[in-house]
T-cell receptor
């Protein structure tokens, strides 16, 4: 299994600013992903964080708005840039543990943009 | 393309009654299917996966490739089963979720 820690857990942000969310996994993982869960909605995959290379973004998500880094096997960041109220959401980090097929999730980062 | 459909957004049953949460999928390859659960104010957690063929907290789910379904079942619902349930499909590495079903167990 894996324990995934995210920081911050919650924040209130001003419109037009950017915020970086950090994700730390306690064991080596093969894949790391970032999801968004808007109020009352399901989880939508934003991108796959690739170690040492550019993230792979899903349709509707772009690097300029959601830059992602993954400098090593256990750490990743997601930045939400130039935020607007529509970006108010829970952002979740997830990871697949090496040798397994289960994907684990962090507790999420609740962002409110005012 | 991967797609997961959970037709019921809300499901309410009485304690002790059987529960079935429906999940249908669309995927051209060989899918891996999961059920995740999110209790109030808690993180999303894995409930069960089709590969394991296990029963967790009394829940079971059988993959039916002919009907492309992975319905979640429990013979006797308990109040602590009230939660949000998500069916998810993993194909080509990434995990795609259905819209979720909010299950409420009435006393």
């Amino acid at each position: 299994s894996a324990v995934i820690s995210q920081k911050p857990s919650r924040d209130i942000c001003q419109r037009g600013t950017s915020l970086t969310i950090q994700c730390q996994v306690d064991s080596q993982v093969t894949m790391m992903f970032w999801y968004r869960q808007q109020p009352g909605q399901s989880l939508t995959l934003i991108a796959t964080a690739n170690q040492g290379s550019e993230a792979t973004y899903e349709s509707g998500f772009v690097i300029d708005k959601f830059p992602i880094s993954r400098p090593n096997l256990t750490f990743s960041t997601l930045t939400v840039s130039n935020m607007s109220p529509e970006d108010s959401s829970i952002y979740l980090c997830s990871a697949a543990v090496s040798g397994g097929n289960t994907i684990y999730f962090g507790e999420g980062s609740w962002l409110t943009v005012v | 393309a991967q797609r997961v459909t959970q037709p019921e957004k809300l499901l309410s049953v009485f304690k002790g009654a059987p529960v079935e949460l429906k999940c249908n999928y669309s995927y051209s390859g060989s899918p891996e299917l999961f059920w995740y659960v999110q209790y109030s104010r808690q993180r999303l957690q894995l409930l069960l996966r089709h590969i394991s063929r296990e029963s967790i907290k009394g829940f079971t789910a059988d993959l039916n490739k002919g009907e492309t379904s992975f319905h979640l079942k429990k013979p006797f619902a308990q109040e602590e089963d009230s939660a949000m349930y998500y069916c998810a499909l993993r194909g080509a590495q990434k995990l795609v979720f259905g819209q979720g079903t909010r299950l409420t167990i009435n006393p």
